[in-house]
């Protein structure tokens, strides 16, 4: 069954089309990179893997559990056709056993295939592509944000906590895009394509649409994280993350489009009919999104002045393996990282060298290496 439903549509064709000509279809895949390039200063062509992690934290006094803490965390990876971009800031009100948080999420992610990838290498580097050459497009863009609210509920066992969230999200943007087709020269002078868009937004990226009106999304999601202590100097940690989560979108804006290269046949009458380079329609329908779902398990050994972390992480189909080495440079919040095992803002607030490996599935290695120091 579709996802959409309340299809409301405005064909156009020809010159009635939008100014939608054949490079906007290119943009579409050279923004994400752009971005990562001016953005983050990676260039994603000449890569395997690399990933960033940034986070901001202030817990007022862990020790007390002060009333509330606030905490922002950014993270992106990064492989050859393969972009995530996950952005979280939430303030948190615990109480006892309960907590209630407010939060901003977002989530992103831009596949491509390799055939496609190396079309954008020879655009992007002002090569000159050979006569003969042949590309099948492939890319997708998906991804949202949210505002919402979490409820949390802790259940405290023997050497086990189980902690149960509850998330209930306005969606305030959504990207959802499909670029497929095939692209190649024919000659020196001629080439041939046929691409075909699927594009629903609440701001469009690609060209100015005058009636635009963003959509409205209502939605939840439900987390669970499991802290398993065999020792006081090791945990285990499992965490399923919008385990069930889904967002109805209603009136989103629409963009389908396709562009195409023969545009010469005959009508009944033997005449011919020149179809015009870019067709299409746009116009408002409802969105059911599934929030994809993603999986951490970590293995924790806590001896000072060594703090040991090695992660694992399942993105929809792409997954990373993390190994964290923290060297304490002070012993003060020893005690309290141990009596906290499973919050992870210490890394931040602590005095401390922190040295990361990263590695994806196909055994490309990062590092990172970072100094924290408490003001």
Do not use: C
Request: net charge positive; no cysteine; charged share 20%.
């Amino acid at each position: 069954m579709s996802p959409y439903s309340n299809n409301k549509i405005k064909r156009w064709r020809g010159k009635n089309s939008p100014s939608l000509p054949i490079k906007y279809f290119i943009f579409l895949l050279i923004l994400p990179l752009l971005l990562i390039q001016f953005t983050l200063g990676y260039n994603l062509l000449d890569n395997n893997l690399s990933v960033y992690f940034n986070a901001y934290s202030n817990f007022l006094d862990l020790e007390n559990s002060f009333p509330y803490s606030l905490n922002i965390l950014d993270t992106s990876i990064f492989n050859k056709t393969f972009y995530f971009l996950f952005t979280n800031g939430k303030l948190e009100f615990p109480a006892k056993n309960w907590k209630l948080t407010g939060f901003y999420y977002s989530e992103y992610t831009f596949e491509i295939n390799d055939s496609t990838l190396n079309l954008l290498k020879k655009i992007i580097n002002k090569n000159s592509i050979s006569v003969g050459e042949s590309y099948n497009i492939l890319a997708n863009l998906e991804g949202y944000s949210v505002f919402g609210g979490m409820l949390s509920k802790k259940i405290n066992l023997e050497r086990l906590d189980i902690l149960l969230n509850f998330k209930v999200l306005y969606g305030i943007d959504l990207q959802k895009g499909k670029l497929s087709g095939i692209f190649s020269r024919l000659d020196e002078e001629s080439y041939q394509f046929n691409l075909n868009l699927e594009y629903s937004y609440n701001k469009n990226l690609l060209y100015k649409r005058n009636d635009l009106i963003p959509g409205r999304g209502f939605g939840l999601s439900f987390d669970l994280d499991i802290f398993l202590k065999l020792n006081p100097r090791l945990l285990i940690t499992i965490s399923l993350i919008d385990l069930y989560g889904i967002i109805f979108w209603k009136d989103v804006p629409f963009t389908e489009a396709t562009a195409n290269s023969n545009r010469e046949y005959y009508d009944e009458y033997g005449n011919i009919v020149f179809q015009p380079l870019i067709s299409g329609y746009e116009g408002y329908r409802d969105f059911k999104m599934s929030i994809p779902q993603k999986a951490i398990f970590s293995l924790s050994y806590l001896n000072y002045p060594f703090l040991i972390n090695l992660s694992f992480r399942i993105i929809k189909s792409f997954y990373l393996y993390e190994l964290e080495i923290v060297f304490l440079l002070s012993k003060d919040n020893f005690p309290l990282i141990l009596k906290h095992p499973n919050n992870i803002s210490w890394r931040d607030y602590i005095d401390s060298i922190r040295f990361v490996i990263f590695g994806d599935q196909n055994n490309s290695l990062n590092f990172l290496l970072s100094l924290s120091q408490k003001l």
